[in-house]
């Protein structure tokens, strides 16, 4: 089997499995709420993963909250931060190219009669800063929402600049970040990132599903989306899962050693296939700059989930957002905004790798383009 | 006392000597049909059908809200017209207002809005003292003591209160609506040509509602068409199944059969010839699995494909009768079919059957025999034909 479909999940890594087993055992697996013994005991446990967490993302730990998946960090601040500061503004400046999960949560917003300036977003994937300044210039902004690495296409968002940007024109204006495609696969270091709140995702590091981060710098205020026990100091309540957030911090360790390596070895592979694939005709919609372990490739000649489904048969699994249907095209939202044309973008495969995938695995993926070039392709 | 469902056949009671073998058949439907329903007694008196529990305490016969799937289960089936859950009970006309009450009660807990109502009685015991319009007059004027909201109106009521007395006493309030037809078996099976669309699971439907088993066939385009268009067209046949009964899905592996017709054949002749050797494929499964008949979900001129010239030159390539019982439905009175079966949810799931790629921008609306002579000079439509049938996998689709 080739898995080049790591940035829609990853598979768990053996040390998360036994990390797993480890935190189910009886005597670790208490309430951390409950008074007694146990469950401090249990409390002193999650407070650990807690700080370890923090200490490697570069947060403090009363700066990170578990919560379930990446979506709810998003509408935990996205929503929350609104709530929260009704005075901060009435607009909020975005992209287009962002996860669902930001954009549903703006739509929200937007619902609630907050208006949201999208910025124009180049054929590199970055936000245009003209555009920047323009609806910064507006005035009234309380927050902005950007991704670090685009989930569909890698693209890099220039951070700094654009913060650098926000902070002069609009100092007040609150940062969101989606840190979820970049974790492991680049440096992230929250001090020095400077966004205000950023969002994480177990599952895309090898670790189980159900299990995010949030992180909110100490000063910013918003309000819980879950409330109840008050568990994760109100902001997040129901009991906390030390297996959970174990899992995530496990997770967390091993992909925070050889991130260069693990780039290195990446890099190599994506340019192989940048080659070989475009020698062949395909058209790279992935930016030149773009992480290398995402790389959206047009096939020609073959809608995107005909290639996916000729993939399959080879065991190869890649990704698409576009779906071949005869009623109504879907064509991948983000591809389009950047300018890609339809038709082009009707065709894009997304291929993204871990750091575990190989050159062979690469080496085999062409061989078996070839081979789908010459049975399948109609016309 | 117990409840007991009366189902009441249609159609099957306007047979003549041949009646007994229908009633036979659905007998024996209902029984494999509510065999997960505990063990009933099933029998039959003049154009009814009784279903009793052998156990008094089934829990799917205890109220109008427990007895809903059974209810639905028996609708299901093919020669009942409608079904209503029962109150048998021996005893006098006391016992028969005891149970009105308490059946009406349940009957208005669940549809608040019911105001009015009337009373109906049938007495085929001559030995019980009262007539049946004193019957009605008593009972109507006791339902109205106890539910004062109520009122009586003889036409068109809300609900309709009635009281049989048999050899034992019946009450029963409001009958769900079945689909009438005639029992599935009691006529020779035919193949449906089902696709992932809304229309051939309809015929399927309306085929086996005149007593005709199934077996259906797919012609899947794999890596042209997903897995999730396969599982699409294997759930509708599980819905069609709900009603025709179990059958088996063939499903043709068409791929390298839609390559070779798309290379050799033009393209605006591309969906007559490609459904000429859906049919022969289909009509060499039917003969294979015993169906007498072909089944398609064909409208008169709904897409190219359905013009009478397409029909006729696609018609020509078997001898077996093809059945279309959309020919003269408009698409509304198809999906309103649909949407009654519970299939139009699933047939409009975003899987397509057919890749766009294969389908011509300006096909032959009109196309002439000498066009299709032409379409096939170049194709070996026995060897597609043949291979269609040995790359067949054969699925069993069980109703449950």
Request: with cysteine; hydrophobic share 40%.
């Amino acid at each position: 089997m080739i898995y080049f479909d790591n940035s829609a999940t990853t598979f768990v890594s053996d040390k998360v499995r036994a990390k797993i087993r480890e935190l189910m055992e009886d005597e670790v697996s208490a309430n951390p709420g409950a008074l007694h013994r146990l469950g401090n005991h249990a409390m002193d446990l999650y407070e650990g993963i807690r700080k370890e967490t923090a200490d490697i993302l570069g947060a403090k730990p009363d700066e990170i909250f578990f919560t379930s998946c990446a979506t709810e960090s998003a509408n935990t601040a996205i929503k929350g931060y609104m709530s929260r500061n009704k005075r901060a503004g009435k607009a909020v400046i975005s992209t287009r190219t962002e996860h669902k999960a930001t954009l549903e949560s703006l739509e929200y917003l937007a619902s609630n009669g907050y208006e949201i300036r999208y910025l124009k977003t180049g054929l590199d994937g970055k936000p245009v800063m003209e555009s920047l300044e323009e609806e910064l210039g507006k005035g009234d902004v309380a927050l902005a929402c950007f991704t670090l690495v685009n989930n569909e296409t890698g693209a890099i968002m220039p951070y700094e600049l654009v913060f650098k940007t926000i902070r002069t024109l609009s100092p007040t204006t609150v940062i969101y970040l989606d840190c979820v495609q970049a974790l492991g696969k680049m440096p992230v270091n929250l001090a020095s990132i400077g966004a205000d709140m950023c969002s994480f995702s177990g599952h895309k590091i090898h670790s189980v599903k159900g299990n995010g981060i949030l992180y909110v710098k100490k000063g910013v205020r918003i309000d819980p989306l879950i409330v109840g026990g008050g568990q994760q100091d109100g902001m997040r309540s129901g009991t906390q899962s030390a297996v959970l957030a174990g899992a995530f911090l496990e997770a967390l360790k091993e992909v925070s050693e050889g991130i260069e390596e693990g780039l290195s070895n990446v890099s190599k592979i994506n340019s192989y296939l940048r080659k070989e694939l475009t020698a062949r005709g395909a058209v790279i919609l992935s930016p030149d700059d773009a992480l290398p372990y995402v790389l959206n490739v047009s096939f020609k000649g073959f809608e995107s989930e005909t290639m996916l489904h000729c993939l399959e048969i080879y065991d190869i699994y890649v990704s698409t957002v576009s779906a071949c249907s005869a009623k109504s095209k879907k064509v991948s939202y983000v591809l389009l905004e950047m300018g890609v044309d339809r038709k082009t973008a009707a065709n894009a495969v997304r291929l993204s790798f871990s750091r575990y995938n190989t050159m062979d695995e690469a080496e085999e993926f062409i061989k078996r383009v070839d081979e789908i070039y010459d049975q399948f392709l109609v016309k | 006392m117990a409840n007991v469902l009366l189902a009441r056949m249609g159609e099957i009671t306007l047979k003549g000597l041949n009646r007994g073998s229908f009633e036979i058949q659905l007998k024996s439907n209902l029984k494999y049909r509510l065999k997960r329903f505990g063990n009933l007694k099933i029998y039959q008196s003049q154009s009814r059908i009784w279903i009793e529990p052998k156990e008094e305490e089934n829990p799917n016969f205890q109220s109008l809200a427990q007895a809903e799937d059974i209810m639905k289960a028996v609708c299901q089936v093919f020669g009942i017209v409608s079904v209503s859950l029962a109150r048998k009970f021996e005893g006098d006309f006391e016992s028969i207002k005891e149970n009105a009450v308490e059946f009406v009660r349940e009957l208005l807990e669940r549809n608040p809005d019911y105001k009015t109502f009337k009373v109906e009685s049938k007495r085929g015991n001559k030995t019980f003292p009262m007539t049946s319009p004193v019957i009605c007059d008593e009972l109507g004027g006791h339902l109205l003591d106890t539910f004062p909201e109520l009122t009586v109106k003889v036409k068109n009521p809300d609900f309709i209160v009635n009281v049989e007395i048999r050899e034992s006493n019946y009450v029963y309030v409001g009958k769900m609506m079945a689909h009438r037809g005639l029992p599935v078996g009691t006529c020779a099976r035919g193949m449906l040509l089902l696709s992932g669309g809304i229309d051939s699971p309809v015929a399927g439907f309306m085929m086996a509602s005149r007593g005709m088993p199934l077996d259906a066939v797919y012609f899947h385009s794999h890596p042209y068409t997903s897995d999730m268009a396969k599982q699409k067209v294997i759930d509708l046949a599980k819905i069609v199944s709900g009603y025709s009964g179990r059958m088996t899905l063939h499903v043709v592996n068409f791929t390298q059969i839609q390559l070779d017709l798309y290379k050799h054949s033009p393209q605006d002749m591309l969906t007559v010839t490609m459904r000429r050797v859906m049919l022969q494929i289909a009509e060499r499964l039917a003969q294979k699995y015993d169906c007498k008949c072909l089944i398609t979900g064909e409208s008169l001129g709904q897409v190219a494909s359905q013009t009478m010239e397409a029909i006729a030159a696609t018609n020509e390539v078997v001898k077996m009768p093809i059945l279309r019982p959309l020919i003269g439905l408009d698409k509304q009175a198809t999906c309103d079919i649909s949407r009654d079966i519970g299939a139009f949810e699933t047939s409009i799931l975003p899987y397509e059957d057919c890749c766009t790629v294969f389908v011509a921008k300006h096909p032959k609306t009109h196309p002439h025999p000498e066009d299709i002579i032409e379409a096939e000079k170049d194709l070996d439509i026995e060897s597609l034909v043949e291979a269609g049938v040995l790359g067949t996998e054969d699925i069993v689709i069980d109703p449950f």
